[in-house]
C-alpha cells in the first residue's frame, strides 16, 4: 500500500462529499414523498419510472459510496477487515457502472420532474468518477 498522492485525496474527498450529497438527496425525496409523485401532477406512468429511477439510483450510489469506503479502508490500513477485496471490487464496480437505460423501453420517453432530472445528472457525475477511484484502488491492492 502506498501513500495517495494530493491530487488523489483531493479527488476522493471531493468524490465522497459529492457522493453523500446525492445520497442525501434521494432520501430526502422519498422522505418527502417526490418518490411516489406526491404533490406533483403526474401520470400513472411518470410515478412508476420516478419510482424505478430513484431505485436504481440509490442502488448504484450505495454501490459508489461502498467503493469510496473500500478505498478509504486500504488507504488507512484497514483492508484486513475486507474479504476478498479484488471480487468485491469487481461487483462494486459492475453495481456502479450498470446500465442506465430505462427498465421498460416504453418508458425511455416518459418524462421525469426537473429535480429529479437534476438529481439523475448529479449521480451520473459521481458514477463517470467511479473509473478513476476504481484505478486508484487497483494501484492501492498491487502494492
Known sequence: ??????????????????????????????????????????EPAQKMRLSQELSRLTSRTASAMSLLLMYKAIITGQSAEIDNIPTRLEDLYASVKASDSPVMPEDANV?????????????????????????????????
Open 1 to 42: 500500500m502506498s501513500q495517495p498522492s494530493a491530487a488523489d485525496s483531493a479527488f476522493f474527498e471531493q468524490t465522497f462529499a459529492d457522493t453523500l450529497a446525492v445520497v442525501e438527496e434521494a432520501r430526502d425525496s422519498i422522505v418527502s414523498g417526490v418518490a411516489r409523485g406526491v404533490g406533483l401532477d403526474l
Open 111 to 143: 418524462p421525469l420532474p426537473e429535480q429529479v432530472e437534476d438529481l439523475r445528472a448529479r449521480a451520473e457525475s459521481v458514477f463517470a468518477r467511479m473509473d478513476q477511484l476504481y484505478h486508484m484502488i487497483v494501484v492501492q491492492i498491487a502494492n
